[in-house]
């Protein structure tokens, strides 16, 4: 669009009421609303307000200064045009309302995201000023100079809100504007109050505010304005509410229940029939929280319907399923799709493949993509990808039964072979996307690199991230994930080495650990029986300003566990000191956990943390008393009718000096109780080692 006809234009875009399937062909006579721009000749707008008179008369004077407004703004000199309008108003110059049009519009550009941002960008230049204010700001001083505001003005200045996400200001100026309009448009103006709505705010206005609310999250104002569109009989329509329904499918909050409730009020809505692609997508928000059965009664009500369901529809409805891991049911639309003609493409596929790895299923997953290879197919790298995460999950869950296997010998299945064919099945799927051509990924080397990693691998961990390295490209530059996953693998395998060095590449390449990734060390330098490295990162951590870093139970419980099995007082004292720190952090022995400060729960820690726990609180008891902080009482011990009551029984008995004795209350088997008395002899025993 050229910068004459944007100056007669507003900014009002709908394209956020495109519905959720994008640019594909309409289909159901459901298209979306055209990607389109509101001008004066479609807005709903009348007398009193509309002067689009004045810009079919405008003087030459005032043509010659719409002209020079228009070649400063095609240059993007936004503020110098600012500049010109603001001395025709102080020279009293009548401005047309187009110029303040105009330059309104280009003080809103910018703001949204994607293309529609970069097509904003180009049009008008940066959105903010020279001393970096938004010139959205600057719009609404203008829109308050124009006398009188047209509702031309108000809808640019809106739909700048609503990109940028500013909820409030898009709702509040709404008001503005229905205030206006209403009170101008009243029976005393010779104006029938009942065709008052016909130069109210457009549907599109509308549409704008209540994507923003959305957006925001605010959602009882969504109902709300919906209620009042009502009232000022500006109807909604599917579109409006596929276009709601689309925004909480797409929250990174489980946006279910809102849903559930646009999906009942459209449903109600007098003359809305709800499509295919309204269903569709209140599917997809019950399927993103994770509300499988939900997602599958509403598919199971338009089947009912006897709507002609589409492959999105059937797609979406397996990918509720892949999250329930019911990988049967996945399948089985997927061969109903194929009964009743609905051809299946390669994002079905890839969410039954994953729906086959979420149920360990790996070598149904290949066989599905063997399916689509005959078929002539083309796999993309998300179906591939899909495919090697099926294979990573079954390696983890192999590692996790061969670590069973330890100790049950009574397991006659091969892990070691069934992990031995994970890892090369990984690494062949990712020689075949080369061959075919296929674009690999952070997310294709994660995958890989955590199968290995899980099989014992760690050489070929190490392999791919040099991979991802010489690749060169922005989408195979390993990542903090795939950093960390590698450095598991070759934690697990002892080779602290190469972990460590891992560590440090992540650091060159300008990547900050995290605390998954510091974990990750730890855990190798425990592997490895590293007590010193293990905890020097202990210190490191502890010393991290970023909240991200800080040390939890994890680290504690790898860090003790490292240092309670090397020789050496000097071992011991660091595991004190390290258990002393978990505590004054919160981490462990919260004093907020129990009803008594003298009674303290052992039953989920390890054995090495448990008996770092029994000295410090014996130590903590002895010094509180000595100051008269405290008097001794009755001392219990939460462990569970466990090993771990005998192993703290243990510890109690066998390693503090002098010797501590309990009991197990016959109606509590999960709890040591040491008796005051000896509390006090431990004290007394303390005391007396002291002076």
């Not at 299923?361 to 290879?373: G, P, V």
């Amino acid at each position: 669009m050229s910068i004459p006809m944007m100056l007669f234009a507003a900014s009002v875009s709908v394209s956020a009421f495109q519905g959720y399937h994008g640019d594909r062909p309409p289909r159901h006579g459901t298209s979306p609303l055209p990607h389109q721009r509101i001008s004066r000749t479609n807005t709903r707008w009348n007398s009193p307000l509309n002067l689009s008179s004045t810009d079919r008369d405008l003087s030459k004077a005032t043509t010659s200064f719409l002209t020079s407004i228009e070649t400063l703004l095609e240059a993007g000199n936004v503020d110098d045009a600012v500049f010109e309008l603001r001395n025709q108003e102080k020279e009293g110059t009548d401005v047309a309302p187009s110029s303040y049009h105009a330059i309104i519009e280009a003080c809103c550009a910018g703001g949204g995201g994607g293309s529609e941002k970069k097509r904003y960008k180009q049009q008008k230049g940066n959105a903010k000023g020279k001393n970096g204010r938004d010139r959205i700001e600057l719009a609404v001083e203008l829109l308050q100079s124009m006398n009188p505001s047209t509702p031309h003005a108000y809808e640019i200045v809106i739909s700048g809100y609503g990109r940028r996400g500013r909820w409030s200001d898009a709702n509040n100026l709404l008001q503005q504007m229905e205030d206006i309009t209403y009170s101008k448009s009243s029976s005393k103006d010779g104006i029938d109050a009942t065709s008052v709505h016909d130069c109210g705010p457009s549907l599109n206005v509308y549409q704008t505010v209540l994507t923003a609310l959305a957006q925001g999250g605010q959602y009882d104002k969504v109902m709300s304005l919906l209620t009042k569109m009502r009232r000022r009989q500006v109807r909604p329509n599917v579109y409006t509410y596929n276009s709601l329904l689309n925004i909480c499918a797409k929250d990174r909050t489980p946006r279910w229940k809102e849903a559930l409730s646009l999906l009942s009020q459209c449903q109600r809505e007098p003359g809305i029939n709800p499509d295919l692609v309204t269903y569709t997508t209140a599917m997809r928000a019950c399927a993103q929280a994770r509300k499988s059965n939900k997602a599958m009664e509403i598919f199971r009500v338009i089947n009912d319907m006897g709507m002609e369901l589409d492959v999105y529809c059937y797609t979406t409805a397996m990918d509720a399923c892949a999250k329930d891991r019911n990988w049967k049911t996945a399948l089985k639309l997927l061969e109903d799709m194929t009964v009743k003609g609905v051809a299946p493409n390669e994002f079905t596929y890839s969410v039954a493949i994953t729906a086959c790895g979420n149920g360990g299923q790996w070598a149904k997953a290949l066989e599905l993509l063997d399916t689509m290879r005959s078929t002539n197919m083309r796999i993309n790298a998300i179906t591939y990808n899909s495919a090697i995460s099926a294979l990573a999950k079954a390696a983890r869950s192999e590692s996790r039964q061969q670590r069973r296997f330890d100790y049950n010998k009574d397991d006659e299945t091969d892990h070691a072979q069934n992990s031995d064919i994970l890892w090369r099945r990984a690494l062949d799927l990712i020689e075949c996307m080369e061959k075919e051509g296929v674009k690999r990924d952070v997310f294709t080397y994660s995958a890989a690199i955590s199968t290995c990693g899980a099989a014992g691998r760690w050489q070929e961990t190490v392999n791919l991230i040099n991979t991802m390295k010489s690749d060169g490209g922005r989408d195979t530059k390993p990542n903090r994930v795939s950093y960390t996953s590698a450095i598991t693998a070759c934690g697990n395998c002892g080779q602290w080495d190469a972990a460590y060095e891992l560590f440090n590449e992540m650091k060159l390449d300008g990547l900050q650990p995290d605390l998954v990734s510091y974990n990750a060390l730890v855990g190798a330098g425990m592997t490895a029986n590293k007590p010193d490295e293990v905890f020097d990162l202990w210190i490191e951590m502890c010393q991290q300003k970023s909240e991200g870093i800080s040390p939890d139970i994890v680290t504690v419980t790898e860090v003790i566990a490292t240092l309670d099995r090397s020789i050496g007082k000097a071992n011991r004292a660091r595991v004190d000191t390290v258990f002393a720190e978990a505590v004054s952090r919160g981490i462990i022995l919260r004093e907020d956990s129990l009803d008594s400060a003298w009674e303290f729960d052992l039953s989920g820690m390890s054995f090495p943390v448990a008996r770092a726990a029994c000295r410090f609180i014996f130590r903590r008891i002895a010094e509180n008393v000595s100051n008269e902080e405290e008097s001794v009482k009755d001392l219990s011990l939460i462990t569970g009718a466990s090993r771990m009551r005998e192993y703290v029984r243990e510890v109690l008995r066998d390693e503090l000096k002098p010797a501590v004795y309990c009991v197990v209350p016959k109606m509590e088997q999960g709890t040591l109780q040491v008796k005051e008395p000896m509390v006090r002899n431990y004290v007394d025993g303390q005391s007396s080692a002291n002076a």
